[in-house]
C-alpha cells in the first residue's frame, strides 16, 4: 500500500455560491480523503486533500472534469507529503 499524499488544488472559474465546495466535500469523502475547501478572496476555491495518491489523483480528475457545480476554467495543483494533521473534510 502507498504512502498517503497531500493535494493543494486552486481551482478557478465561476465556483463561488454555487454548491462546489460542498460538491468537492462529498466527493472527497466518497474517495476516503480528509482536508478542506474553503472560497478565497479572489474568486477560486482552494481545496486541500490528504490521502492515497490514487483518490487524491481522482479528486483533481474530478475537479476538472465538466460535472462540478458553476463553470471551472482552470485548476492549479501542488503536491507534497502528507502532514497527517487534518481530520474529516470541511467546508471552510
Known sequence: MGE???LTAWVKGRVQGVGFRWWTRA???ELGL???????DDGRVEVVAE??????VKLLELL??????GKVTRVVERWS???GSLGGFLER
Open 81 to 83: 507529503e502528507a502532514r
Open 34 to 40: 480528509t482536508g478542506w475547501a474553503r472560497n478565497m
Open 51 to 56: 490521502g492515497s495518491r490514487e483518490a487524491c
Open 27 to 29: 466527493r472527497a469523502l
Open 64 to 69: 476538472r472534469g465538466c460535472d462540478t457545480p
Open 4 to 6: 498517503d499524499t497531500r
